[in-house]
């Protein structure tokens, strides 16, 4: 048993430590302007770490030194997801948003409002949801049962039903199917087929809502110019 | 004026198309109608000149081995496009190998000239009997039944397969007027082998008007024309003109595979030899057509061997095939787009080939590839292309390498698989001046305090990794089952107060009251009892408190007036009972005891708070 802990223990810490070398051979390729050969690296990492935020961060600012604003926004929005507090995530994001036409914060809504609505991740919401539900059931419980704690069961109830509505908001975000236009440029036509004409051309960066798929092919909505069409599969990155 | 400018443009014109015929070069091809032949059969050599105007003629080598009989020119011209076509039929003077030299052509101060072509004549077969030989369009005497003639000639032993067979098959048929064979190069070709089938009309007499032909209809068996030539032929010393067509045929699938019967509907002249010229015309009209059925042709489709087949073939068979990758633009901007085309070629029809695959190229984003094919007839073989277009877009800045890319085929000939390969491509991708310029780094503003806002820029690399932890509040949100635990506890306690609408401490409360006045024999045990109870039931502390005090207590408590005006009574009698100089103890304490017990219950039933 002590033997299996050491070796699970040494080859945890050889892992980070390679993980470490690798992230700063890839720093120094992106201080060299070798966005490329940084990248590379920085998509070798993910294989092993699909969920970190920062991975991403980097990715997409590889991307965005070699001129690809699409796949920089696809991942700069997959880190966002992951981490929605982090400064430098929200502002590379919106500045690449910016840079395609695009907007972070919906025109309309105070910046801060929008940096509330997603100052938690998804899971923390989550978690804090369920705190309020588990407090509320044990006052209720306790009020039922010795008329005692009802206002502050009244008011977990308020609390576990908001943050319910909070999530469930933030859940439906994070489940729309989202593209963005990888392609210098993707055409938005009548059909999912090259036979159907083209009735716009959308430049890369922008954000599509995705409705339906048939074969190589997507119905989106481009929510910030009010068009739909079908897009080729290939020329977006599905997020 | 005007018609001075109309002379002038009549003179610059055929000028100017003199010079652009002339700027875009001449093309010029030799081929013949065969390249095996025997003694008796003649040669079509074609010259084609495709691009010269004007009056020209090309000249033939010197041809020690051939006897130039006859020469035809015709000339087409379309949108100042002339082309020219010369034919020469000539007859072999010995058999062996016969070389015909390169044709040149001076033109426009320059000299083409074509590639030499090398033919095999044979021997011709010796014939049993000596019958003169008869022109076919002036005789019109039909040759005796067959059952005079002798054991045809047997085509000479090294002759082609192809040109055995169609001799032998000829020879057989010698004593009819007019009949049609058919005969195959090779009749045991692997798929998608290319193999010639050739179809000959023979006629020993004229026909009337055209002699309409049907191709040989094929199963499992793809079929292309590939040339159609015209030629004359001894057959047991009877001379025959035939006309031939050639097809190159591949095998779709292994198993059998048919070229079923060619036909031509001819009318035949061999009644009216000895009519004159009006009742040939009559009868003409009258004479019934006739059908010649060539012969149908089997052949077994082999499979290809599994044997060391590559992972690049995708199923060629064939020889002398090249492949070549090109790129429209070496030097592009990161996010361009560049069109890399790949061009297969070669003898045989790679038509029904599957599509080049491309291998990963890293830091390029590749678009489908798009695919065309055809199949053009060249000197009687035929000769099939493949264009794959992709398009490639480098992501990043960078020197990239398109490696090379493989493809193989068979070759039925050697029995082996040959694979091809392109050069590997360098492309030098610059970065996007797109995101360098991206920034309008010109509408910097004046912040205050001696700041200027230059530009702005994406935040720099963060050189660690989140880790992923879960904070606190994200770990909580794993915990499902503690949804079901307190869900289920509020769902107890609304099932217990919906039950029995006590709390749970009132009725401990009744319990222990109860109990203790049931044993209560003095007055301080029903106050005792009395005390407990209304500090549980209602919190009231009855000690060192005025009863009026009580009485409002328990009342803000919630319990009613009359129970709280009862307990006044009731307490009085036991302060009076506990005081007062009679003794009161034995049944006056449990009468007390009773009312005590009676209160309570009220109060448990009425006074729920």
């Given at each position: 048993?002590?033997?299996?802990?050491?070796?699970?223990?040494?080859?945890?810490?050889?892992?980070?430590?390679?993980?470490?070398?690798?992230?700063?051979?890839?720093?120094?390729?992106?201080?060299?302007?070798?966005?490329?050969?940084?990248?590379?690296?920085?998509?070798?990492?993910?294989?092993?770490?699909?969920?970190?935020?920062?991975?991403?961060?980097?990715?997409?600012?590889?991307?965005?030194?070699?001129?690809?604003?699409?796949?920089?926004?696809?991942?700069?929005?997959?880190?966002?997801?992951?981490?929605?507090?982090?400064?430098?995530?929200?502002?590379?994001?919106?500045?690449?948003?910016?840079?395609?036409?695009?907007?972070?914060?919906?025109?309309?809504?105070?910046?801060?409002?929008?940096?509330?609505?997603?100052?938690?991740?998804?899971?923390?919401?989550?978690?804090?949801?369920?705190?309020?539900?588990?407090?509320?059931?044990?006052?209720?419980?306790?009020?039922?049962?010795?008329?005692?704690?009802?206002?502050?069961?009244?008011?977990?109830?308020?609390?576990?039903?908001?943050?319910?509505?909070?999530?469930?908001?933030?859940?439906?975000?994070?489940?729309?199917?989202?593209?963005?236009?990888?392609?210098?440029?993707?055409?938005?036509?009548?059909?999912?087929?090259?036979?159907?004409?083209?009735?716009?051309?959308?430049?890369?960066?922008?954000?599509?809502?995705?409705?339906?798929?048939?074969?190589?092919?997507?119905?989106?909505?481009?929510?910030?110019?009010?068009?739909?069409?079908?897009?080729?599969?290939?020329?977006?990155?599905?997020? | 004026?005007?018609?001075?400018?109309?002379?002038?443009?009549?003179?610059?014109?055929?000028?100017?198309?003199?010079?652009?015929?002339?700027?875009?070069?001449?093309?010029?091809?030799?081929?013949?109608?065969?390249?095996?032949?025997?003694?008796?059969?003649?040669?079509?050599?074609?010259?084609?000149?495709?691009?010269?105007?004007?009056?020209?003629?090309?000249?033939?080598?010197?041809?020690?081995?051939?006897?130039?009989?006859?020469?035809?020119?015709?000339?087409?011209?379309?949108?100042?496009?002339?082309?020219?076509?010369?034919?020469?039929?000539?007859?072999?003077?010995?058999?062996?190998?016969?070389?015909?030299?390169?044709?040149?052509?001076?033109?426009?101060?320059?000299?083409?000239?074509?590639?030499?072509?090398?033919?095999?004549?044979?021997?011709?077969?010796?014939?049993?009997?000596?019958?003169?030989?008869?022109?076919?369009?002036?005789?019109?005497?039909?040759?005796?039944?067959?059952?005079?003639?002798?054991?045809?000639?047997?085509?000479?032993?090294?002759?082609?397969?192809?040109?055995?067979?169609?001799?032998?098959?000829?020879?057989?048929?010698?004593?009819?007027?007019?009949?049609?064979?058919?005969?195959?190069?090779?009749?045991?070709?692997?798929?998608?082998?290319?193999?010639?089938?050739?179809?000959?009309?023979?006629?020993?007499?004229?026909?009337?008007?055209?002699?309409?032909?049907?191709?040989?209809?094929?199963?499992?068996?793809?079929?292309?024309?590939?040339?159609?030539?015209?030629?004359?032929?001894?057959i047991d010393g009877r001379i025959y003109n035939y006309i031939e067509r050639r097809y190159a045929v591949s095998g779709v699938t292994n198993g059998p595979a048919q070229a079923g019967n060619a036909s031509?509907?001819?009318?035949?002249?061999?009644?009216?030899?000895?009519?004159?010229?009006?009742?040939?015309?009559?009868?003409?009209?009258?004479?019934?057509?006739?059908?010649?059925?060539?012969?149908?042709?089997?052949?077994?489709?082999?499979?290809?061997?599994?044997?060391?087949?590559?992972?690049?073939?995708?199923?060629?068979?064939?020889?002398?095939?090249?492949?070549?990758?090109?790129?429209?633009?070496?030097?592009?901007?990161?996010?361009?787009?560049?069109?890399?085309?790949?061009?297969?070629?070669?003898?045989?029809?790679?038509?029904?080939?599957?599509?080049?695959?491309?291998?990963?190229?890293?830091?390029?984003?590749?678009?489908?590839?798009?695919?065309?094919?055809?199949?053009?007839?060249?000197?009687?073989?035929?000769?099939?292309?493949?264009?794959?277009?992709?398009?490639?877009?480098?992501?990043?800045?960078?020197?990239?390498?398109?490696?090379?890319?493989?493809?193989?085929?068979?070759?039925?000939?050697?029995?082996?698989?040959?694979?091809?390969?392109?050069?590997?491509?360098?492309?030098?991708?610059?970065?996007?001046?797109?995101?360098?310029?991206?920034?309008?780094?010109?509408?910097?503003?004046?912040?205050?305090?001696?700041?200027?806002?230059?530009?702005?820029?994406?935040?720099?690399?963060?050189?660690?990794?989140?880790?992923?932890?879960?904070?606190?509040?994200?770990?909580?949100?794993?915990?499902?089952?503690?949804?079901?635990?307190?869900?289920?506890?509020?769902?107890?306690?609304?099932?217990?107060?919906?039950?029995?609408?006590?709390?749970?401490?009132?009725?401990?409360?009744?319990?222990?009251?109860?109990?203790?006045?049931?044993?209560?024999?003095?007055?301080?045990?029903?106050?005792?009892?009395?005390?407990?109870?209304?500090?549980?039931?209602?919190?009231?502390?009855?000690?060192?408190?005025?009863?009026?005090?009580?009485?409002?207590?328990?009342?803000?408590?919630?319990?009613?007036?009359?129970?709280?005006?009862?307990?006044?009574?009731?307490?009085?009698?036991?302060?009076?009972?506990?005081?007062?100089?009679?003794?009161?103890?034995?049944?006056?304490?449990?009468?007390?005891?009773?009312?005590?017990?009676?209160?309570?219950?009220?109060?448990?039933?009425?006074?729920?708070?």
């Amino acid at each position: 048993m002590r033997k299996r802990f050491i070796v699970l223990w040494l080859t945890t810490v050889m892992s980070v430590c390679a993980a470490a070398a690798d992230l700063q051979s890839a720093e120094e390729l992106y201080r060299q302007g070798k966005f490329a050969a940084a990248l590379g690296e920085y998509e070798e990492l993910l294989n092993t770490y699909p969920k970190d935020s920062h991975l991403y961060y980097n990715i997409g600012n590889c991307y965005f030194k070699m001129g690809s604003t699409g796949l920089a926004v696809a991942n700069y929005y997959r880190a966002f997801r992951l981490d929605p507090r982090d400064g430098d995530i929200r502002h590379n994001l919106a500045l690449a948003l910016e840079n395609s036409g695009e907007r972070l914060v919906p025109s309309g809504m105070p910046e801060i409002l929008h940096k509330a609505f997603f100052s938690l991740q998804t899971d923390e919401l989550k978690g804090l949801f369920f705190l309020s539900v588990w407090l509320f059931c044990i006052l209720g419980a306790l009020w039922l049962i010795k008329r005692k704690w009802g206002r502050a069961a009244l008011a977990f109830f308020v609390m576990a039903l908001a943050l319910g509505v909070w999530y469930s908001w933030r859940t439906h975000l994070e489940q729309t199917p989202l593209a963005i236009v990888a392609a210098p440029v993707a055409e938005l036509r009548s059909g999912p087929g090259t036979n159907f004409p083209a009735s716009a051309s959308v430049a890369q960066g922008h954000i599509l809502v995705i409705q339906d798929t048939k074969d190589n092919w997507y119905d989106v909505i481009v929510k910030s110019q009010g068009l739909q069409g079908w897009v080729e599969a290939d020329t977006v990155e599905k997020i | 004026m005007f018609k001075r400018i109309i002379l002038l443009l009549s003179l610059l014109l055929p000028i100017a198309a003199h010079a652009a015929l002339d700027l875009t070069g001449i093309d010029m091809t030799a081929s013949v109608n065969k390249t095996s032949l025997t003694m008796d059969d003649e040669l079509v050599l074609t010259v084609t000149v495709d691009g010269a105007a004007g009056d020209f003629m090309p000249q033939l080598p010197s041809l020690p081995s051939f006897n130039v009989y006859a020469r035809s020119a015709s000339k087409q011209i379309n949108n100042f496009h002339a082309i020219s076509t010369f034919e020469y039929i000539m007859l072999p003077r010995f058999p062996g190998k016969a070389v015909i030299g390169p044709i040149t052509l001076n033109y426009g101060n320059k000299t083409y000239k074509t590639d030499p072509i090398t033919v095999t004549v044979y021997r011709a077969p010796s014939t049993p009997t000596k019958t003169p030989a008869k022109k076919a369009a002036s005789s019109a005497k039909a040759p005796s039944a067959a059952n005079t003639r002798k054991a045809p000639a047997q085509a000479p032993a090294n002759l082609p397969p192809l040109e055995r067979d169609l001799y032998n098959l000829a020879a057989q048929n010698g004593d009819k007027d007019y009949f049609m064979i058919a005969a195959v190069s090779d009749k045991t070709p692997y798929i998608n082998q290319t193999v010639t089938l050739a179809v000959r009309f023979y006629y020993a007499l004229p026909f009337v008007g055209n002699a309409p032909y049907n191709a040989p209809t094929v199963s499992n068996l793809f079929m292309e024309e590939v040339s159609s030539s015209e030629g004359r032929q001894n057959i047991d010393g009877r001379i025959y003109n035939y006309i031939e067509r050639r097809y190159a045929v591949s095998g779709v699938t292994n198993g059998p595979a048919q070229a079923g019967n060619a036909s031509v509907r001819y009318i035949s002249t061999s009644r009216f030899s000895n009519l004159s010229v009006l009742d040939r015309m009559v009868a003409a009209v009258s004479q019934e057509e006739q059908t010649a059925l060539s012969n149908t042709v089997n052949l077994s489709i082999r499979a290809l061997p599994q044997q060391g087949k590559p992972k690049s073939f995708y199923g060629a068979v064939g020889d002398k095939f090249t492949i070549s990758a090109s790129v429209d633009r070496n030097k592009v901007e990161a996010g361009e787009a560049i069109n890399l085309t790949v061009k297969v070629n070669g003898s045989g029809n790679i038509k029904p080939t599957t599509d080049l695959k491309l291998p990963q190229l890293p830091g390029f984003k590749v678009y489908d590839v798009a695919t065309t094919s055809g199949a053009v007839p060249s000197n009687g073989i035929l000769k099939s292309y493949k264009i794959f277009k992709t398009v490639i877009v480098p992501v990043s800045s960078g020197k990239y390498t398109i490696p090379s890319l493989d493809w193989s085929y068979f070759n039925p000939g050697t029995k082996q698989y040959n694979t091809i390969r392109t050069q590997a491509i360098t492309i030098e991708a610059t970065p996007s001046s797109k995101t360098d310029t991206g920034f309008d780094f010109g509408a910097h503003s004046d912040l205050g305090n001696g700041f200027r806002q230059l530009g702005q820029d994406i935040r720099y690399l963060k050189s660690d990794m989140d880790g992923a932890k879960l904070t606190f509040l994200a770990q909580l949100s794993t915990w499902t089952w503690a949804n079901y635990l307190f869900i289920s506890l509020l769902a107890l306690a609304g099932i217990f107060a919906l039950m029995d609408k006590q709390t749970l401490a009132g009725r401990r409360a009744l319990a222990k009251a109860r109990a203790q006045l049931k044993t209560a024999y003095t007055e301080e045990a029903i106050v005792e009892a009395l005390t407990t109870y209304l500090q549980v039931r209602y919190k009231v502390h009855t000690a060192s408190l005025p009863l009026r005090d009580i009485s409002t207590a328990l009342q803000k408590h919630g319990c009613p007036a009359e129970l709280a005006k009862r307990f006044e009574t009731l307490w009085q009698r036991l302060d009076a009972a506990r005081f007062a100089p009679v003794d009161l103890q034995g049944e006056g304490a449990m009468e007390l005891a009773r009312q005590a017990t009676d209160l309570i219950k009220a109060m448990d039933k009425g006074g729920r708070r």
